[in-house]
T-cell receptor
Framework: GAVVSQHPSWVICKSGTSVKIECRSLDFQATTMFWYRQFPKQSLMLMATSNEGSKATYEQGVEKDKFLINHASLTLSTLTVTSAHPEDSSFYIC?????????????FGQGTRLTVV | RKEVEQDPGPFNVPEGATVAFNCTYSNSASQSFFWYRQDCRKEPKLLMSVYSSGNEDGRFTAQLNRASQYISLLIRDSKLSDSATYLCVVNWAGNMLTFGGGTRLMVKP
């Protein structure tokens, strides 16, 4: 199946610093990528939808100035957590789909475990 | 009410048992449905897609009941390796996936 690569797989950073997470579709072009966050023992929660060449659409309650999303090409989307705080510690996962209809599965990156100390 | 609801479990079953999970969804316009499996600290991976009334893949059977707005996943002859969290996923617009809270399965020897 299609491959989505996410990097880094884990990162530890100090409070107040920024962290960038990359999500790449390796063998297909992803017009749309999605960013999710998952806290321990909870399900994935959609943070934002990233469209190539345009501004991301954020879900209610997600601060767009804190979670900067850039989707500069059809194969790369980045999520930058700015001025990270311990409460931002979580598992962040991206997903991408090559399809334009709703019947094709989405492929997920390996996830990034962020720990803010 | 959550858009996609699942019994969180955990379901503790012995090897060889048959276990079933249900998932209800609130949006009647939902058109595609999936079961994903997520292992601890890993990304979700597609287990089965459910397009019409249901489908079967080996030990796994997924069914869709549009009238009652639920989908189910049946696992026969459970293996230790089936231990994971099973996520019910519903797609109702474009590629907007809505995840259920997941059902945790633990298969014991």
């Amino acid at each position: 199946g299609a491959v989505v690569s996410q990097h880094p797989s884990w990162v530890i950073c100090k409070s107040g610093t920024s962290v960038k997470i990359e999500c790449r579709s390796l063998d297909f072009q992803a017009t749309t990528m999605f960013w999710y966050r998952q806290f321990p023992k909870q399900s994935l929660m959609l943070m934002a939808t990233s469209n190539e060449g345009s501004k991301a659409t954020y879900e209610q309650g997600v601060e767009k100035d804190k979670f900067l999303i850039n989707h500069a090409s059809l194969t790369l989307s980045t999520l930058t957590v700015t001025s990270a705080h311990p409460e931002d510690s979580s598992f962040y996962i991206c997903s991408a789909s090559a399809a334009v209809d709703i019947f094709t599965e989405a492929f997920f990156g390996q996830g990034t475990r962020l720990t803010v100390v | 009410r959550k858009e996609v609801e699942q019994d969180p479990g955990p379901f503790n079953v012995p090897e060889g048992a048959t276990v079933a999970f249900n998932c209800t969804y609130s949006n009647s316009a939902s058109q595609s449905f999936f079961w994903y499996r997520q292992d601890c600290r890993k990304e979700p991976k597609l287990l089965m897609s459910v397009y019409s009334s249901g489908n079967e893949d080996g030990r796994f059977t997924a069914q869709l009941n549009r009238a009652s707005q639920y989908i189910s996943l049946l696992i026969r002859d459970s293996k230790l390796s089936d231990s994971a969290t099973y996520l019910c996923v519903v797609n109702w617009a474009g590629n907007m996936l809505t995840f259920g809270g997941g059902t945790r399965l633990m298969v014991k020897p």
